[in-house]
C-alpha cells in the first residue's frame, strides 16, 4: 500500500476547459478548428487513456483516437458547453463501441469475449503488482472497466459518469461499487496464487 | 441505515448528499467492521491510483490527431478526385487526339487520292452542270444525305459538277467547282464532329472545315490563299442561310 499523492501519478485535468474560449457560431473552420483544439487537445492523455483501457491494445487504442478527436470535430455543435473532458470522453466510448461492433463483424462468429481476454491466474502469478491490478482490471467487464477508469483515474464525479455511460446516477454508484468489489476478489485471488 | 458497501464506497467518493453523508458517518461511528471496510476502500482506491498505469497519449498520436484535424477543416478533399479526374480525361484525350489525327491523316490521303483519280481517269464530273438545282437532285437515291450545293459563280468559283465517291469507309458528295482552268473538288459528308484543318499534300492544297452537320474537304492545285477564300465563301453562303 502505498500513499503517494495522486497529483504526481495523474494528470489534473481539473478546469482545463477554458471559459474564456468562445466556441459558439464559430463558421470559419480555421477558427472553429482553433477552438475545438484549445478546447480538446488538453484531455488528449485522457482519451487516450479510456481509449487504451477499452479497447486493450495500444495501436487499436490510437486508432480510436484519432477517430473520436475526428468525430467531436464533426459534431462540435453538439457541445453546449459543461465539461470538455466529459463530452470528449462520450465521443470516445462511443466510438470504441462502434469500434468493437465493426471488429466483432470483422472477426465474425468469434465475439470478442471478455472473459477469453482475462489473464490466467498461474500467468499473472509471477507478475508485480501493477501487472497484477493491470490485468485484473482488463479481465472485467467493460461495463465495470469503463466506469472505474472514468471514476479512479478520470477522478470524475458521479453526474459526469453517468453522463458519459448514458446510466442513471444510481446505476453509477451501485455499478462502481460492484466493479470495486470485483477487483478486489481478484486481486486478492492472484495474490493468494502467489 | 444498514452497513453497505455501496455507501461506504459513495462516502468515500464524496459523492452522498449531506443528509445521507451525516448518516454514514453516524453509522461508521458506531460500527467497528464498517469503519474497518471504509479504511480497507480508502486504501484501494490510493493503491489502484498509484500502480494503474495511466497511458499517456504519444507525441505522434498528438501530431497524428492534429494532422487529421487539420485535414477535416479544410474541407473535403476534392483536388484529388479532380487530378484523378483530370487525369483520366487528358489521357483519353490523348488517345482520341491521337486516334483522330490518324484518321484525319488517312482521310486526307484517300481525298487525295480521289481527286488524283478522277483527274487521271477522266471521271471528273458525273452530273456535268452549272446549276445547283440541276446537281443536288442529282444526288438523290446516290447518297443517304442531300449535300448542300452552293453557287459561287458570282465569288469566282462556277460550279462544274458533281459525282459521287468513296472515302473513309462511306459514300460521299463530290461537288467540283472551277477556278480558273483549276478544279476544286468539294468532299462533303455528314459528321458530328467538328474543327477543321488546312495542309500540303502532294502539291495539293487540302482544306477542312466542318458546318451545318457536315464536313467539308476541299481539295486543289490552285494557291492555298485561293482555297482559304473558296472555304470563306462556302462558309460565308451557309451563314447567310442561317
Known sequence: ?194 | MTCSRQWIDAYVDDELDPSTRWQVEQHLAGCESCAALRAEIAARHEQFRTLAPYYRAPERLRQSVQAGLRAEAAGPRRWPWLAVAATVLLAAGLVWGVRRGRERELLAQEIVASHVRSTIGGRLIDVPSSDRHTVRPWFNGKLDFSPEVKDLAAEGFPLAGGRVDYVGGRTVAVLVYRRGNHNIDLFLWPSDTGGGSESQRNGFTIVHWTEGGMSAWAISDVAREELLRFRDAQMADFSKKQ
Open chain 1, 1 to 194: 500500500m502505498q500513499t503517494a499523492g495522486t497529483g504526481a501519478v495523474f494528470p489534473g485535468i481539473f478546469g482545463a476547459a477554458a471559459k474564456s474560449i468562445e466556441w459558439r457560431g464559430l463558421i470559419d473552420p480555421q477558427a472553429r478548428l482553433k477552438a475545438f483544439e484549445a478546447l480538446m487537445l488538453p484531455h488528449l492523455d485522457a482519451a487516450h487513456n479510456l481509449a487504451r483501457w477499452l479497447a486493450r491494445s495500444a495501436p487499436d487504442a490510437e486508432d480510436i483516437v484519432q477517430e473520436s478527436y475526428l468525430r467531436a470535430f464533426r459534431f462540435f455543435d453538439g457541445y453546449h458547453g459543461g465539461d470538455s473532458r466529459s463530452w470528449l470522453l462520450t465521443v470516445v466510448r462511443n466510438t470504441f463501441l462502434t469500434w468493437r461492433k465493426r471488429e466483432e463483424r470483422r472477426l465474425s462468429d468469434v465475439p470478442l469475449d471478455e472473459e477469453k481476454h482475462g489473464i490466467a491466474p498461474a500467468a499473472a502469478a509471477s507478475q508485480g503488482d501493477t501487472e497484477t491490478l493491470r490485468g485484473c482490471i482488463d479481465a472485467l467487464p467493460p461495463e465495470f472497466r469503463e466506469i472505474l477508469i472514468l471514476r479512479e483515474m478520470e477522478e470524475l464525479p458521479y453526474r459526469e459518469i453517468a453522463a458519459i455511460a448514458s446510466l442513471p446516477a444510481g446505476t453509477v454508484m451501485s455499478r462502481l461499487s460492484r466493479a470495486r468489489q470485483r477487483l478486489e476478489d481478484c486481486v486478492r485471488r492472484k495474490a493468494a496464487a502467489r
